[in-house]
């Protein structure tokens, strides 16, 4: 996992509720075998019509040439459903490296965190206030004071993100080594256990 | 101060806790399939390190596979590569595989507690949201990603963040034509799809201790949509009394053992709870979907919500989007609505009682001439059983098209597709854009609703059937 320190970038809006992981990552693409290539199948449904890349959808925000950036901001209730990884993968995959909502579902939280894309959960005032900025507008967010702001208007916010996936994230260590480096206090566990 | 059931078994499998940080969580029983498991396998070759406990994995395919001839090769390549894929993985990972024309084979949430691989008091995980449907027996049990996949390979423990608790109590018998599906579809459009993130839920009260087994697993299947981590029932005799002489359940003086520890597992009378909800059973109508997400249901007799009555703005936007969809109306009654399909099957509702149900239902009628009507059971043993008990004499009968095991149109990840704009009454469990393929109009029900549909052709309060 790439660590990840400091986000300061444009954001592509979706103002949407309850973006579920069928949306993000439709089921037809779970059958790959490896992480890779995701990202042009991110939201498809919603970005082309009749699944043909020639008909994109222009009012889909990922279609909007006036959108770019490595943020994506969504309404409450991000990532819910499937418990797929594949979502998060294909959000890594497009670039982006931080998604900012109200509110996260909880298997995509931990699935974001566990590819290096920061869940950034901010009230509900700020995040109508994000999506009340132009298209110019940049964010910045910091891991190691846990904070977003938007730049232009100096507003920010603190977020919440526990001391040891703070240390993940800014080191980029994985939570895998983490776990093999207790493989003894693991088996003193079930010995005890059993 | 007591202990919540959930507080119990979690405490019992924390290996440690990381200062401000998750706890590692010790997994004593791991499902995987082929969908979210590649990944996962590759992950640790590349790392070089083998399988921690590799006794403690079971595998099956479930979510690709087709569900006529799955005797043949699988025609689609990508679903073949990928099947055939977790056969080499467990194969050399040392994994027990129930894979396609294996006896045991179905879909995961199907199989675990049929073959008494579910057990009280465990701890289970498997790639897949739907795994809460194992909480039914008293277990914590709760869907993880691939990279947590990665981590069960590596060390049979994942790293979390302790849920709060949350209790649902329902109290009170039923309104005839009523099931557990109608409960779970009732409370979610009651607390909405993300009313218990952050929460473990409980199930509890005489209307739950009432239910079998199977309708308890179809409450608990749904908790995540929800958003809850997971769901739980106290078990109980009925528990006990399921489990016991399956396949893998403990035997002779183990299981006298087991006994003794599972009828601990309660919450204590004094144990609190971060959140708790009371339910009257009576209360409770054959409830449908309307909607793009489960959240979105009704009675089965009532109407949509007017969009003009709803103040929060963002709820508004949701369902007029949703009304697009779906190509229904605000304020609209769905009785008496057409429907071309009829989905029976899917985790929370392809077990041998939701397809006794809807025999007994369907015996000596015939289905509508407009709609097509599956049903897919959740495994082999229940096709199996289907036929044992000349189910299949009635659904055939019926006009009822019966298939082998699997996902199926639950995910339209196989052939088995609803076409776009058409509408599906389905007992499954997510109502999502395009879940049961591009532009699919699904509507969440139970079997029974379903059935009725079935037969009439036409969205039907089942209470005017029975
Ligand atoms: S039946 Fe549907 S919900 Fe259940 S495991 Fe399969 S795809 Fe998931």
């Given at each position: 996992?790439?660590?990840?320190?400091?986000i300061?970038?444009?954001?592509?809006?979706?103002?949407?509720?309850?973006i579920?992981?069928?949306?993000?990552?439709?089921?037809?693409?779970?059958?790959?075998?490896?992480?890779?290539?995701?990202?042009?199948?991110?939201?498809?449904?919603?970005?082309?019509e009749?699944d043909?890349?020639?008909?994109p959808?222009?009012?889909?925000?990922?279609?909007?040439?006036?959108?770019?950036?490595?943020?994506?901001?969504?309404g409450?209730?991000?990532?819910?459903?499937?418990?797929?990884?594949?979502?998060?993968?294909?959000?890594?995959?497009y670039?982006?490296?931080?998604?900012?909502?109200?509110?996260?579902?909880?298997?995509?939280?931990?699935n974001?965190?566990?590819?290096?894309?920061?869940?950034?959960?901010?009230?509900?005032?700020?995040?109508?206030?994000?999506?009340?900025?132009?298209?110019?507008?940049?964010?910045?967010?910091?891991?190691?004071?846990?904070?977003?702001?938007?730049?232009?208007?100096g507003?920010?916010e603190?977020?919440?993100l526990?001391?040891?996936?703070?240390?993940?994230?800014?080191?980029?260590?994985?939570?895998?080594?983490?776990?093999?480096?207790?493989?003894?206090?693991?088996?003193?566990?079930?010995?005890?256990?059993? | 101060?007591?202990?919540?059931?959930?507080?119990?078994?979690?405490?019992?499998?924390?290996?440690?806790?990381?200062?401000?940080?998750?706890?590692?969580?010790?997994?004593?029983?791991?499902?995987?399939?082929?969908?979210?498991?590649?990944?996962?396998?590759?992950?640790i070759?590349?790392?070089?390190?083998?399988?921690?406990?590799?006794k403690?994995?079971?595998?099956?395919?479930?979510?690709?596979v087709?569900?006529i001839?799955?005797?043949?090769?699988?025609?689609?390549e990508l679903?073949?590569m990928?099947?055939e894929?977790?056969i080499?993985?467990?194969?050399?990972?040392?994994v027990?595989l129930?894979?396609l024309?294996?006896p045991?084979?179905?879909?995961?949430?199907?199989?675990?507690?049929?073959?008494?691989i579910?057990?009280?008091?465990?701890?289970?995980?498997?790639?897949?949201?739907?795994?809460?449907?194992?909480?039914?027996?008293?277990?914590?049990?709760?869907?993880?990603?691939?990279?947590?996949?990665?981590?069960?390979?590596a060390?049979?423990?994942?790293?979390?963040?302790?849920?709060?608790?949350?209790?649902?109590n329902?109290?009170g018998?039923?309104?005839?034509?009523?099931?557990?599906?109608d409960?779970?579809?009732?409370?979610?459009?009651?607390?909405?799809a993300?009313?218990?993130?952050?929460?473990?839920?409980?199930?509890?009260?005489?209307?739950?201790?009432?239910?079998?087994?199977?309708?308890?697993?179809?409450?608990?299947?749904m908790?995540?949509?929800?958003?809850?981590?997971?769901?739980?029932i106290?078990?109980?005799?009925?528990?006990?009394?399921?489990v016991?002489?399956?396949?893998?359940?403990p035997?002779?003086?183990?299981?006298?053992?087991?006994?003794?520890?599972?009828?601990?597992?309660?919450?204590d009378?004094?144990?609190?709870?971060?959140?708790?909800?009371?339910?009257?059973?009576?209360?409770?109508?054959?409830?449908?979907?309307?909607?793009?997400?489960?959240?979105?249901?009704?009675?089965?007799?009532g109407h949509i919500?007017v969009?003009?009555?709803?103040?929060?703005?963002?709820?508004?936007?949701?369902?007029?989007?949703?009304?697009?969809?779906?190509?229904?109306?605000?304020g609209?009654?769905?009785?008496g609505?057409?429907?071309?399909?009829?989905?029976?099957?899917?985790?929370?509702?392809s077990?041998?009682?939701?397809?006794r149900?809807?025999?007994?239902?369907?015996?000596?009628?015939?289905?509508?001439?407009?709609?097509?009507?599956?049903?897919v059971?959740g495994?082999?043993?229940?096709a199996?059983?289907v036929?044992?008990?000349?189910l299949?004499?009635?659904?055939?009968?019926?006009?009822?098209?019966?298939?082998?095991?699997?996902c199926s149109?639950?995910?339209?990840?196989?052939?088995?597709k609803?076409?776009?704009?058409?509408?599906?009454?389905?007992?499954?469990?997510?109502n999502?854009?395009?879940?049961?393929?591009a532009?699919?109009?699904?509507?969440?029900?139970?079997?029974?609703?379903?059935?009725?549909?079935?037969?009439?052709?036409?969205?039907?309060?089942?209470?005017?059937?029975i």
């Open positions: 996992m790439k660590a990840l320190q400091k300061q970038s444009r954001f592509v809006p979706i103002p949407m509720e309850n579920d992981t069928d949306q993000i990552i439709p089921a037809r693409f779970l059958k790959a075998t490896t992480r890779d290539g995701f990202g042009k199948n991110l939201f498809r449904d919603w970005r082309y009749n043909s890349e020639a008909n959808k222009t009012d889909f925000a990922l279609n909007n040439p006036l959108y770019s950036g490595e943020i994506l901001v969504a409450k209730n991000f990532g819910c459903g499937s418990s797929r990884e594949h979502a998060a993968w294909a959000i890594l995959d670039g982006f490296n931080a998604v900012v909502s109200s509110f996260f579902a909880d298997i995509f939280k931990n974001a965190l566990n590819n290096g894309v920061l869940p950034v959960t901010v009230s509900e005032s700020f995040l109508q206030k994000i999506f009340e900025q132009g298209n110019e507008a940049t964010l910045s967010i910091d891991v190691e004071s846990q904070t977003i702001r938007i730049d232009a208007t507003e920010q603190s977020f919440e526990n001391s040891y996936k703070k240390t993940c994230l800014l080191n980029g260590y994985d939570d895998i080594d983490f776990l093999l480096s207790r493989r003894e206090a693991i088996t003193k566990f079930e010995k005890e256990s059993a | 101060m007591g202990k919540t059931l959930f507080d119990k078994i979690w405490d019992k499998h924390v290996v440690e806790k990381i200062p401000d940080g998750p706890s590692v969580l010790y997994i004593d029983k791991h499902l995987i399939h082929e969908v979210t498991s590649p990944q996962a396998f590759k992950g070759e590349q790392r070089g390190v083998p399988l921690f406990r590799p403690q994995t079971i595998a099956t395919a479930d979510h690709n087709p569900t001839n799955q005797h043949l090769p699988i025609r689609d679903s073949r990928q099947v894929q977790l080499n993985n467990c194969s050399k990972h040392g027990e129930y894979g024309g294996h045991y084979q179905g879909i995961v949430h199907v199989i675990g507690p049929e073959l008494g579910t057990q009280p008091g465990m701890t289970m995980v498997c790639g897949d949201s739907h795994t809460s449907t194992h909480g039914a027996f008293g277990t914590i049990a709760f869907g993880i990603g691939t990279s947590e996949v990665e981590m069960v390979f060390s049979q423990c994942v790293l979390q963040t302790k849920p709060k608790t949350m209790r649902i329902i109290e018998e039923l309104q005839k034509g009523v099931v557990s599906k409960i779970i579809l009732y409370i979610i459009a009651k607390i909405s993300s009313g218990a993130t952050g929460f473990f839920v409980e199930y509890a009260g005489s209307t739950i201790r009432s239910l079998s087994m199977e309708a308890r697993m179809t409450i608990c299947n908790s995540i949509e929800m958003g809850a981590r997971g769901g739980m106290a078990p109980d005799e009925t528990t006990f009394e399921y016991k002489g399956r396949p893998f359940a035997k002779g003086n183990a299981w006298d053992k087991k006994l003794t520890e599972w009828k601990e597992l309660y919450s009378a004094d144990a609190i709870f971060d959140s708790e909800i009371n339910i009257n059973a009576a209360e409770i109508p054959p409830m449908i979907t309307y909607g793009t997400n489960p959240g979105l249901g009704i009675a089965v007799n919500p969009l003009e009555h709803i103040s929060d703005e963002g709820e508004k936007k949701n369902i007029e989007k949703a009304l697009q969809y779906m190509g229904l109306n605000s609209a009654s769905l009785i609505m057409p429907v071309q399909h009829v989905f029976i099957g899917s985790c929370t509702n077990r041998i009682e939701d397809l149900e809807v025999a007994a239902l369907v015996k000596g009628r015939k289905k509508s001439d407009a709609v097509k009507v599956m049903i059971p495994s082999q043993q229940v199996k059983q036929h044992a008990e000349g299949d004499r009635i659904f055939a009968e019926a006009g009822f098209q019966i298939r082998q095991a699997g149109a639950c995910l339209g990840m196989n052939e088995d609803v076409p776009a704009g058409e509408y599906c009454i389905s007992t499954s469990n997510r999502f854009e395009g879940r049961q393929g532009g699919a109009r699904t509507l969440l029900a139970s079997p029974l609703t379903a059935a009725a549909a079935a037969i009439t052709g036409v969205v039907t309060d089942i209470r005017e059937l």
